[in-house]
Structures are given as structure tokens and as C-alpha cells.
């Protein structure tokens, strides 16, 4: 197919307006099994997390355009061991930028509670969506694995056991890696 020479600047024009009109984006999901972070103190007993046990953490990355954003919503769905964990996670004062961070967690003791005792592997994590939201809007969406839009909306889902950092014990580490999260007053 040619393209008159006349209609390329056009319809490149028209190709970079389509882009920069996409405030938000979604660019990478990455799940992860970690261990509980260490701390000492003094002052009481010190216990030691067992480290055989793991985190799931996902950790997802997007771009946001405007100077600043009051806020936005992240909607986790995550399909563990034949069940669909939700949960959610509201950031504040978004910068413009290409490497924003969002980043939830499942507990070990639920992962071990969803295994029924057999060993976590990696096939146990199936898949990962998330959603970025603002003012209830749907801006983005993606998933770890190739599936059909919204694979999960028929599935029954599990709320209450995806949580977000602020209410698990890295909430005091990597404050400059993730956005603000927004605190219930």
C-alpha cells in the first residue's frame, strides 16, 4: 500500500497525538517471592521471621503524563493456586513520570493456607492483572500472562488477603521506589 507523500506528516502527527493522549500506562508487572525483612531493636524480645517462608510481592510499574496527579486506584487481581486474590490500593500525588511504582503483597501463611500444604513453585502464581483507575475511570489495564481482557471478571474472588505496603512489615523500607499510598483519616 502507498501512502501519498502529502498524508505521511498527517498521519504521523495523528499517531503521536493518539499517544500523548494516554495519561496513564501500564508497563511492566513483576511478581516476586521474598523473605520478611530483618530489624533489630532493643527495648523487648527480639523473634526471628522464618526465612524459609516468602512474600509474594507484585510489584507493578507505570507511566504517568501529567505534571501531578491528586490520585489514582490500582486493582489487583491475582490467580494463586486455582484462586483469584483481590485487592486494591489508592496512591497520591503522582508525579509525571516513566517509572512510578505501585506494590501489594500476600502473606506467607495465606500462600501456605492456599497451597493445602504442598510446596510453592512458581507455576502456583497462574496470573496477574491490574487496572489503574482515576476518579473511577478505567485508564489502563494489563496482564502478566497473554489472556483475554478481563479474564477475571467471572471468577469467583477472594478479598481482604492481598495487602498493600503500608500494612505489611516493609511499609518502613523504600520510601522513594513507590508512590505515596493514601491514608484512611
Not at 531493636?41 to 509474594?56: I, S
Not at 512510578?100 to 492456599?114: E, F, I
Not at 492483572?129 to 478481563?150: F, I, W, Y
Request: net charge positive.
Amino acid at each position: 500500500m502507498k501512502i501519498k507523500p502529502l498524508l505521511l506528516p498527517l498521519l504521523l502527527f495523528a499517531l503521536n497525538a493518539y499517544a500523548q493522549g494516554r495519561e496513564f500506562q501500564i508497563t511492566k508487572i513483576a511478581p516476586n517471592y521474598i523473605t520478611s525483612p530483618q530489624f533489630t531493636y532493643t527495648g523487648a524480645e527480639q523473634y526471628t521471621a522464618d526465612q524459609r517462608d516468602r512474600w509474594l510481592e507484585v510489584e507493578v510499574t507505570f507511566t504517568a503524563t501529567p505534571e501531578y496527579t491528586d490520585e489514582l486506584s490500582l486493582k489487583y487481581y491475582i490467580l494463586f493456586a486455582g484462586k483469584l486474590l483481590t485487592g486494591e490500593v489508592t496512591h497520591v500525588n503522582i508525579p509525571a513520570a516513566r517509572d512510578n511504582r505501585s506494590v501489594m503483597y500476600v502473606t506467607p501463611k495465606t500462600l501456605q493456607r492456599l497451597l493445602l500444604g504442598r510446596p510453592l513453585t512458581p507455576n502456583a502464581l497462574q496470573n496477574v492483572a491490574v487496572q489503574l483507575m482515576q476518579q473511577g475511570a478505567l485508564k489502563d489495564e494489563m496482564s502478566l500472562n497473554r489472556a483475554p481482557a478481563q479474564w477475571y471478571a467471572t471468577m469467583s474472588q477472594v478479598g481482604g488477603l492481598v495487602l498493600n505496603k503500608n500494612e505489611t512489615p516493609f511499609a518502613p523500607l523504600y520510601w522513594d521506589r513507590y508512590c505515596q499510598i493514601k491514608t484512611a483519616r
